[in-house]
């Protein structure tokens, strides 16, 4: 037994070093792909900025590129998935599901907590979102791991009912395409993305955010929107 412990002990410390890697790579990968977007990096660029000698580490460990911005995104995806979580518990423990503004924060606050940390995620989804809705990677993710969005989903849905049902997933992609694009332009401090010192507080844009979603949610359809509506449903000849 004593002849193995020195083997099990350089296999941990192998594991930790490729993990401590892995962290690295997929690090680097959402600052650059936050920065450049998703098609103006490659993996050998990702391995070259991580600091790797080896060109195909990133390869290696991800497989893909697809396989890359996956990993980025359950990555942060457990964290939020937590926080949310928390809040729709409390939200629920309180009574207040019907409450549109408090339901959309739950929505907001952990995106914003991500911007103010100092994390890239925000700005890669942002440029993830310029990709084809199929492609991303919310589709592949478990269940467990989105299930606080789908929750918030359902629970804004049922504190809006005068939304026709038709219209709500639209409203929720639109919703979230919106707080996306404009924290993607926040920094930790406030700033805009092009670093002008003059814009609004950042607690100023989030509170002007958190009322812009929960007015587009709480929004009944105008008469032209319903007339659309049931030209759509109409059978065609």
């Known amino acids: 037994m004593q002849v193995d412990r020195p083997r099990r002990a350089q296999e941990r410390r192998s594991n930790a070093s490729g993990e401590a890697t892995r962290r690295l790579l997929l690090l680097t990968a959402e600052r650059l792909f936050a920065e450049r977007g998703l098609d103006r990096v490659s993996l050998r660029e990702i391995g070259a900025a991580a600091g790797q000698r080896n060109t195909r580490v990133a390869q290696y460990h991800f497989g893909s ?3 890359l911005v996956q990993a980025i995104f359950e990555h942060r995806l457990a964290g939020l998935e937590e926080r949310r979580r928390a809040r729709l518990d409390a939200i629920e423990a309180e009574g207040r599901t019907r409450d549109v503004p408090a339901l959309v924060e739950a929505l907001v606050l952990p995106l914003v907590e991500e911007v103010r940390s100092g994390s890239y995620y925000v700005r890669f989804l942002h ?3 310029l990709h084809p809705l199929a492609l991303h990677p919310w589709w592949r993710a478990p269940a467990e791991m989105v299930a606080s969005a789908v929750r918030t989903r359902d629970l804004l849905a049922a504190a809006t009912p005068a939304v026709p049902p038709a219209l709500r997933a639209e409203r929720f992609q639109l919703a979230t395409a919106t707080l996306v694009a404009r924290l993607s332009r926040l920094g930790p401090e406030g700033l805009d993305g092009d670093g002008r010192g003059d814009a609004l507080p950042f607690d100023v844009v989030v ?3 958190v009322d812009a979603v929960a ?3 709480q929004t009944e359809p105008s008469a032209a929107t319903r007339a659309a509506l ?4 109409r059978p065609a000849g």
């Open 127 to 129: 440029q993830l979102s």
């Open 230 to 233: 049931r030209r759509r449903r």
């Open 215 to 217: 007015a587009l949610f």
């Open 207 to 209: 509170a002007d955010l």
């Open 65 to 67: 590129k697809d396989g």
